[in-house]
Structure formats: structure tokens, C-alpha cells
């Protein structure tokens, strides 16, 4: 059974152990953060939606929809156990979603600019295969230290480098690749083998953006389950001030 769910309601438990929450936030009026979990299939997406007039919210689900519709069952049992058809297949979903978003856009002029950040995450055979845009983020929690698998594709971290001579990062929110905008260059993409024990917590910059990596780290070990971590970290994103949308995703290998 597909799980696609949004706002307050929180998915199952798959075999992985796995649970999902979005919420508004304290700021806020609605809420432009989507996630999935197919938990049948071992997939799980957030997305962050940019753009006015809710097309940020149009933007994100239609992303999210797209791309989990792309890993049919069909599709899932063509590449289980290759790592190259994953990880082809994942940039490709990323290519084919986005010009789904870029194309609706076209066509409305109402959408016109609507995009969004987007994570996905494949897990087989014991390895976790991320492919990501912006800066939602992926993260892995070995038990010692929270591990920032993803990197930012946004002005201020494209700023690393000048900030080293003495320059000044602006702009954290600008986003410099993401879903509904040509791309460069592919989606990046990351493999990871995963042991007995570790955890993967997806999220938008709501989250990552309000509560430290130290903290985020302390609530994935103390948490007893999924849900558990999920709705300490929403609470705890909202308790700091909660100025965007907040969404976790936490898979428990």
C-alpha cells in the first residue's frame, strides 16, 4: 500500500522501522513541505516548496507524487541489486520530475517560477542510495555522531570557500539548484552502507535550520522508535522559534 501522507498524519512502520511528520510551524500559514514513504518499497522523499501563491505547495507534491510514481513495482523489482540501475534510475527520476514541474509552470502562469528542493532516498541491500537537489538534507546516525550526508545547494554554502578569505555568507535561502529550474549538472547522488543500528533522518531546512546537528543527533538515540524521533524533532524545531514548515523523515535500519 502506497503511504503518502502530509501535514500531522505520520506514516507506518515498515519492515526498517520508518515514520514520517510535517508540520506548519509557528510562522507560517501553510504548510509547503511534502514527504512520502513507500514503505513496501524502501523509498523515502521530502520535498520543500519555493514559489508564490501556494505554487510552492503545488511544486512540492507534484514532485513528490511524480517521483514516487515513477518507482512502481515494476520499476523497483528492475533494479533491486544493481547499484549502477539505482543509481541511473534516481537521477532519472530526478531529470523526469523536473521537467514535469518546469513543464506545468510553462503552461500557468500562475506557477510561473514554482519549484522546490528534494531528497529521495532508495534503500537495498543494506545501502542507502541518496539522490538530492537544494537543501533538504539526508542524514546518518552511526550511534557516536549525526553525519550530514547531502550538501546544500544554496547561495551560502556555495560561499564555503570565499568566506575563508574573509568574505561574508548572505543569503542562506537561495537556493542554487533545485526541482522546476534547468539543471547544470545532475542531481548529486550518494551511496552509503548502512549497519545494524543506524539512522537516517530526511528533512527540510525547517527542521536543520531551528535545532543543532547535536541535538537532532541526542533525539535520534534517546528516541525508543521513529515516530518517537519525528515528533520530538517537530517539537523541537517549533519550541525554537518554528519560522518555516518543519519535516522529518526517520528510518530505523
Known amino acids: 500500500m502506497l503511504q503518502f501522507l502530509k501535514k500531522f498524519f505520520g ?3 515498515s519492515s526498517l522501522g520508518c515514520f514520517g ?12 513541505d511534502n514527504f512520502a514513504i513507500l514503505v513496501e518499497r524502501n523509498l523515502f522523499v521530502v520535498a520543500d516548496g519555493m514559489g508564490g501563491h501556494q505554487a510552492g505547495e503545488i511544486a512540492s507534491r507534484v514532485a513528490t507524487e511524480y517521483l514516487i510514481n515513477y518507482f512502481s513495482a515494476e520499476k523497483i523489482r528492475e533494479i533491486q541489486g ?38 529521495a532516498c532508495l534503500i537495498d541491500s543494506g ?3 541518496i539522490c538530492h537537489v537544494g537543501d533538504v538534507r539526508a542524514y546518518l546516525d552511526d550511534g557516536y555522531i549525526l553525519k ?4 546544500d545547494h544554496s547561495l551560502v554554502a556555495d560561499q564555503t570557500l570565499g568566506l575563508a578569505d574573509g568574505g561574508k555568507a548572505v543569503g542562506r ?16 547522488f550518494h551511496r ?12 527540510s531546512d525547517g527542521l536543520w535550520g531551528m535545532v543543532s546537528d547535536e541535538e537532532m543527533h541526542q533525539t535520534l538515540e ?7 524521533a519525528c515528533d520530538e524533532l517537530v517539537r523541537q524545531a517549533n519550541a525554537a522559534g518554528g519560522k518555516d514548515n518543519v519535516t522529518a523523515v526517520v528510518v530505523f535500519c
Open 21 to 32: 511528520r510535517t508540520d506548519t510551524g509557528m510562522v507560517r500559514k501553510n504548510n509547503e
Open 127 to 129: 545501502v542507502a542510495s
Open 148 to 151: 550530514q550526508l547531502t550538501t
Open 192 to 203: 552509503v552502507p548502512l549497519s545494524g543500528g543506524n539512522k537516517i533522518l530526511l528533512c
Open 11 to 13: 506514516a507506518p512502520q
Open 222 to 228: 534517546r528516541s525508543g522508535s521513529p515516530e518517537e
Open 82 to 119: 544493481n547499484p549502477a540501475a539505482i543509481q541511473h534510475g534516481l537521477i532519472a527520476s530526478f531529470y523526469k520530475t523536473n521537467d514535469k514541474v518546469m513543464g506545468m509552470a510553462a503552461e500557468n502562469q500562475d506557477l510561473l517560477g514554482m519549484g522546490c528542493t528534494l531528497v
Open 173 to 188: 535561502n537561495i537556493i542554487t539548484r533545485g526541482i522546476g529550474f534547468p539543471f547544470a549538472e545532475d542531481p548529486e
